[in-house]
C-alpha cells in the first residue's frame, strides 16, 4: 500500500525553520530593539536574521538582542529618489557595522548638507525607526534602524 | 560538450523606443537571422533576458510571446531575470543547452524598456533588485548603492574623495567619448568632449555620483544566433567562438564583506578565466558593466586588470581607452551607448563580436582586431554577475 498518512505528512509540516521571522525583528526595532540571532556552533551574531547561521551555515540559532551601537562604514546622501521616498530627500542610507560582528543597513541622523566622508569609522548607536508605508508592490508599514553618532 | 559559435548578431538604435518591446527584440533578432543567414525554422530554442516586462508595459512571460511573434513555432522559449544581467545569463544558458547537445541552433538575448517608464518610476523598480526586506525602507537606489561603494573605495585605498571623483569622470569621460562615435548608442554625437567639471559639477544624484557618473534608462534590445562551433563556418565566415562563462550570486548590502571586492564578481570571472584557460594578460579587449564611473574601476580589479585600488589612477592615465594596456568599452559602455538593462549583457556581446569582426564604428575599433575578448554584466547590488570570454579562434 503506497501512500503517507495524513497525520504523518501534517506533522512533517510543522517542523519550525526559522527562529527570528522578519517580522519579528521588525517589531523588534519598532521597540527599539536591534534582534539578532546567536549560532551555537561559531557563536557567531546573525543580523538581519536568516534561517541559517551568516557565517557558518548551522541551524542551531538562538534569538538574541544585539547593542545597536557600531561604526559607520559608509554612507551615502541620497538626492533623487525612487517613488515613494520623493519627499524624503535628501536623506542619509549608511551602512554599520554592529560591535557584535555582522553590518545592518539603516538611516544615519545627520544633516544632510554637512555631512562629510569623516564620519566613516564614527561611532554610532541605534537611536529610533524610519517608517516607510511601502506601496503596490511591499505592501505595508516596514522599518529600519536609525543610527546617531556617539562620539 | 561541445564547442558553441557565435554566428550571427542584431541590436536596435538604444534610447527611448516608441516600438514594443516585442518589436524591439524581432527587430535585433531578425538582424541576427539575417546576418547568420538563418531561418525562423532553424531555431531550436530562444532565451531571452527581460528584467522589468510586467512595469513596463504589464507583460510577463515575454519569451513565449517573442518565439511567437517571430513565428519560431512551438519551440522553448524562457525569460531570464538577473536583473541588469539578464541578458547575459540567458547567453550564457544558451551556450550550455547548444554545448550539451540538446540544441543546434539557437536564439539568444534580451530587451527592455526602461526609459519609458520615466525616472522616478524607474528608479523604484530598478531598486526592487536591492534586498527588500532591508534596503526597501531604507529607500537605497542603484546610485546609492555605488555611491557608498566610491565612499568606501576612497576611505580604503586612501585616495581623497574630490581626487577620487576626479579620476572618476575619466570613466565617463571615455565611455561617453567612444558613445559618441557609435551610431546605436543612446547619446550618439552627443557628450562625445567632457571635461572632468562637467562630470563632477553635473547634478548630485546620490553623493558622490553625479547624473554624469550614472548610466541613462535606455529601451532597446539585442540578439545573437548561436550554434555549434563544428558547424559555424557553414554560416559565416568569421564566427565567434565562446570560450568561456562565469556566473555568481552575491547577498544583501549589508552580508557582503567588502564593497569594493564583491566576492560575486570575482568568483564568476575567475570561473570564466578557467573555463577559458586564459588570464587577464592574454584579454585584448573587454566590455564591462559601468552603470557608474566607480563600477568600472571596481570591475576592472575585481577581473584582475589592475592590482586593488589602481584602477583610478590607471584610468586617469588612459590606460582603459583605446590604445591603453585594455581598451575598455569602446562601445561607450553604459554611460555612452545606453543601459536597457535585460539587453545590456547582449550588447555587450554584439560590439565583442563586431570588434572581432573589424566592423566597429571609426574611432572605437581597435587595431589589430581583437583575438580575445571578454564581458563583465552585473545585476542588483552585486546580485548576479556573469562573464563570458569570447575568442575568433577556438582553444
Known amino acids: 500500500m503506497v501512500g503517507k498518512e495524513q497525520e504523518e505528512i501534517e506533522k512533517e509540516l510543522s517542523k519550525e525553520y526559522v527562529t527570528l521571522t522578519y517580522a519579528d525583528y521588525e517589531e523588534g526595532l519598532k521597540a527599539g530593539k536591534l534582534l539578532g540571532l546567536k549560532c551555537a556552533a561559531c557563536g557567531g551574531i546573525t543580523c538581519h536574521p536568516m534561517p541559517v547561521c551568516q557565517w557558518c551555515s548551522d541551524r542551531r540559532l538562538e534569538k538574541i538582542e544585539l547593542s545597536g551601537e557600531g561604526e559607520v562604514t559608509t554612507f551615502t546622501v541620497i538626492r533623487v529618489a525612487s517613488e515613494g521616498f520623493e519627499h524624503d530627500v535628501p536623506y542619509i542610507p549608511c551602512l554599520v557595522k554592529t560591535k557584535e560582528g555582522p553590518c545592518v543597513v539603516g538611516w544615519l541622523d545627520f544633516d544632510a548638507e554637512s555631512v562629510s566622508q569623516d564620519v566613516i569609522g564614527k561611532q554610532v548607536k541605534m537611536s529610533g525607526i524610519h517608517t516607510y508605508n511601502g506601496d503596490k508592490f511591499f505592501s505595508g508599514e516596514h522599518v529600519c534602524p536609525v543610527f546617531k553618532i556617539t562620539e | ?395
Open chain 2, 1 to 395: 560538450m561541445r564547442d558553441v559559435a557565435i554566428i550571427g548578431v542584431g541590436h536596435t538604435k538604444f534610447g527611448r523606443a516608441s516600438k514594443t518591446s516585442l518589436e524591439l527584440f524581432s527587430e535585433a533578432s531578425l538582424q541576427a537571422m539575417d546576418d547568420a543567414g538563418v531561418v525562423g525554422t532553424d531555431i531550436e530554442a530562444l532565451f531571452q533576458g527581460a528584467a522589468l516586462p510586467g512595469f513596463e508595459e504589464g507583460q510577463v512571460m515575454p519569451a513565449a510571446f517573442s518565439a511567437a511573434e517571430l513565428n519560431l513555432g512551438p519551440i522553448p522559449a524562457t525569460r531570464y531575470e538577473g536583473a541588469c544581467a539578464s541578458a547575459t545569463v540567458a547567453i550564457r544558458d544558451a551556450a550550455m543547452w547548444v554545448s550539451s547537445g540538446e540544441c543546434d541552433m539557437v536564439l539568444a538575448g534580451g530587451v527592455e524598456k526602461a526609459l519609458t517608464m520615466g525616472t522616478a518610476f524607474a528608479t523604484r523598480t530598478f531598486a526592487m533588485s536591492c534586498h527588500a526586506p532591508t534596503e526597501g525602507p531604507v529607500g537605497l537606489t542603484f546610485p546609492g548603492v555605488f555611491a557608498m561603494a566610491a565612499r568606501r573605495y576612497s576611505k580604503e585605498y586612501d585616495i581623497p574623495l574630490d581626487k577620487l571623483r576626479e579620476k572618476m569622470a575619466h570613466v565617463s569621460i571615455k565611455n561617453h567619448g567612444h558613445g559618441a562615435l557609435n551610431p546605436l548608442a543612446q547619446f550618439y554625437k552627443k557628450m562625445g568632449n567632457l571635461k572632468v567639471e562637467d562630470v563632477v559639477n553635473s547634478m548630485m544624484v546620490a553623493d558622490p555620483l553625479t547624473l554624469m557618473d550614472c548610466c541613462p534608462f535606455s529601451d532597446g534590445a539585442a540578439a545573437l544566433v548561436l550554434c555549434p562551433a563544428e558547424d559555424a563556418k557553414k554560416y559565416t565566415d568569421d564566427p565567434v567562438y565562446v570560450l568561456g562563462t562565469g556566473q555568481g550570486s552575491g547577498s544583501s548590502l549589508s552580508k557582503m564583506a567588502d564593497l569594493t571586492k564583491p566576492v560575486s564578481r570575482i568568483q564568476s570571472a575567475k570561473v570564466a578565466f578557467k573555463h577559458a584557460r586564459l588570464e587577464p594578460k592574454d584579454i585584448d579587449i573587454l566590455e564591462l558593466h559601468d552603470c557608474f564611473t566607480i563600477a568600472e574601476l571596481i570591475a576592472l580589479e575585481c577581473l584582475g586588470f589592475f592590482e586593488w585600488g589602481e584602477a583610478a589612477e590607471a584610468t586617469a592615465q588612459g590606460e582603459t581607452d583605446i590604445d591603453g594596456k585594455i581598451p575598455t568599452n569602446m562601445s561607450g559602455g553604459l554611460i555612452g551607448k545606453g543601459h536597457p538593462i535585460g539587453a545590456t549583457g547582449a550588447s555587450q556581446v554584439y560590439w565583442m563580436v563586431k570588434q572581432m569582426r573589424g566592423e566597429a564604428a571609426k574611432g572605437n575599433q581597435i587595431d589589430p582586431v581583437p583575438e580575445y575578448g571578454m564581458t563583465d554584466t552585473l545585476g542588483g547590488d552585486f546580485g548576479t554577475l556573469c562573464h563570458i570570454i569570447l575568442g575568433r579562434t577556438k582553444k
